[in-house]
């Protein structure tokens, strides 16, 4: 089993910072890729961005683009979400997610076997 834990949220005047962190314990060796995925209140869940167990490949939902940038430490067995220019659309609780190894997909959740509690991010006008 794998467990993942994340931090950093907060509340940020638009135009601001925040990084997200992810730590995962537990069989942290059973994760392929992992991912990071928002739900905005009365809202499903979507996609943000995810990285390969390599750290080589990085997928971006467009509506985060060149404004969010995800990496991995797997020697930590961390993955950050580092978000620049927020909007207060960015409003959402994220979640931290993984896939088992050998997961191609990474845009659906339902191919994510492993989540976080989840941390909120407000993001003020």
């Known amino acids: 089993q794998v467990q993942l834990v994340e931090s950093g949220g907060g509340l940020v005047q638009a135009g601001g910072s925040l990084r997200l962190s992810c730590a995962a314990s537990?069989?942290?060796?059973?994760?392929?890729?992992m991912g990071w995925f928002r739900q905005a209140p009365g809202k499903g869940r979507d996609f943000v961005a995810a990285?390969?167990?390599?750290?080589?490949?990085?997928a971006y939902a467009d509506s985060v683009k060149d404004r969010f940038t995800i990496s991995r430490d797997n020697a930590k067995n961390t993955v950050d979400l580092r978000m620049n220019s927020l909007k207060p659309e960015d409003t959402a609780v994220y979640y931290c997610?993984?896939?088992?190894?050998?997961?191609?997909?990474?845009?659906?959740?339902?191919?994510?076997?492993?989540w976080g509690q989840g941390t909120q991010v407000t993001v003020s006008s």
């Open positions: 997610a993984a896939t088992r190894p050998g997961i191609s997909s990474y845009r659906s959740p339902d191919r994510y076997d492993y």
């Open positions: 537990g069989r942290s060796r059973s994760t392929g890729n």
């Open positions: 990285i390969s167990w390599s750290g080589s490949t990085t």
